[in-house]
Structure formats: C-alpha cells, structure tokens
C-alpha cells in the first residue's frame, strides 16, 4: 500500500465548475498534511496547510479526517489557471528534527473554458 | 526574503558520466535541506537529507551521493550515471517551524 494515496485523475473540469480530490494517508502518526501545486515542468508550491478543523482560503477549502486517515481538497469556482497538478503531502518528523514530505502521486486537473 | 537556487536547469549527460547538481539558499541559516527526484509521470522520492553541515542522510539506496560542504550549499553528485537516474530533480529546505520550500529543479536527461 502506498503511504499516500491519491485519485491521479486526470479532472477535466468546465470553468465555473467546483472540483474535490480525496488523499488517504497510511501512517497514523503523521503530524502535518499540507497540498501542493505543481504547474507543468515547474517545481511544486505549497497551496495551503491541512488543518483538523478544516481551512479555507478563497475559493479552496481543506479538510482532515485523523479518524479516517482522509484529506480533501474543495476548489469552487474553478479558474483556467487552477489547471495543474495538485499533490496531496503528509509530514512526519525524522530523526535530527528534519521534516519529512511523503508525496502523492498528484491528482491533475484541467480547467477547460 | 528567502530564495533558493539550482543549477543546472537542464542537464543531458551520457551514461557512465559523472554528475554534479548544486543547491544554494539564501535568506536563512541552518537550514535542513533536502534532495529529492521526480521520475516522469511520477511522484516525488526523497533521496537524501540534512540537518547540517557534513550530515547527510540516505533514504534509498541508489546510485547517487550528496554533501553539504558548507551551511547553505547542498550537493548532488554521481560518479557513474545509469539511464535510470533520468529524472526532475529537486533541492528543498526548511527553516525553523516551516514546511518545505523548493527549488526551480533540473531536468537530467541520462542517454
């Protein structure tokens, strides 16, 4: 089983539309949840964090399961420039306090117009 | 502000020939660094990390080799490079209370 697991998609998605990727992690103890984007042949940026209480920002709400081990991704009112590939990333702490990212496979979105 | 920096951009190196990709950031002090390779089509694989200067850390066993000559620098080297090692490769740091920051990349092309 893989430690995170992710919808790898692709989503094709008319502009206006609302969109949810869905992420299930293996380790219970992981401590952090954050998504990234990675636009094509670019390096990934940190979208936003994953909070238990759930987080919005904008048009993009975040939730977490612990219970579950689930982590989603809401994106509303899709834009063409949402088009990209979203990474679901779980963070543990490693031996001489270094963090950890294990990454999804990534879950590609494609807004079309 | 904190920047972080890789060269090559690109890179297309024979099979059996060495490699060298370096890694700079700016902006921050003791940082932990990370390196970590894209394959096509692929998620990201931690390769190697660091928490300081001269300590590294492998993750999979592999034919690659990483240091940190100095607090801000982190290198990745190969002597004798296979095709598999093609791949994105991506340099990333963390400073204190901080989730991960990455690089531009290199795109290695192993023929």
Redesign the interface.
Same mark, same amino acid.
């Given at each position: 089983r893989k430690e995170?697991e992710q919808d790898p998609g692709p989503f094709n998605v008319p502009e206006g539309a609302t969109v949810a990727f869905n992420c299930t992690y293996s380790n219970s103890a992981s401590q952090?949840f &954050?998504w990234y984007r990675q636009d094509c042949?670019? =390096?990934?940026? +940190?979208l936003m964090?994953v909070y238990s209480s759930g987080n919005e920002d904008g048009r993009f709400t975040a939730q977490l399961n612990r219970a579950s081990q689930y982590i989603s991704l809401l994106i509303r009112d899709s834009k063409l420039s949402d088009s990209a590939t979203y +990474?679901c990333v779980v =963070?543990d702490m490693?031996? /001489? #306090?270094?963090?950890? +990212?294990? &990454? /999804? #496979? /990534?879950t590609q979105l494609t807004v079309l117009p | 502000s904190q920047t972080i920096h890789q060269w090559p951009a690109t890179l297309v190196q024979p099979v059996g020939s060495p490699l060298s990709l370096e890694c700079t950031v700016e902006g921050t002090s003791n940082p932990?660094l990370?390196w970590y390779r894209q394959a096509a089509g !692929?998620?990201?694989q931690?390769l190697f990390?660091?928490?300081?200067i001269g300590?590294i850390?492998s993750e999979v066993p592999q034919n690659l080799s990483a240091s940190r000559p100095q607090d801000r620098q982190f290198i990745l080297s190969s002597k004798k490079l296979l095709l598999s090692d093609s791949g *994105?490769y991506?340099c990333?740091y %963390?400073g204190r209370g901080e %989730?991960?920051? *990455?690089?531009?990349?290199t !795109?290695l092309l192993v023929l």
């Open positions: 995170v952090s &954050f042949r670019k =390096e990934p940026k +940190l964090s +990474l =963070e490693r031996s /001489g #306090s270094a963090r950890q +990212l294990t &990454f /999804g #496979s /990534g | 932990n990370y !692929r998620g990201l931690l990390y660091s928490v300081g300590q850390s *994105f991506l990333a %963390t %989730t991960q920051y *990455f690089g531009p990349g !795109r």
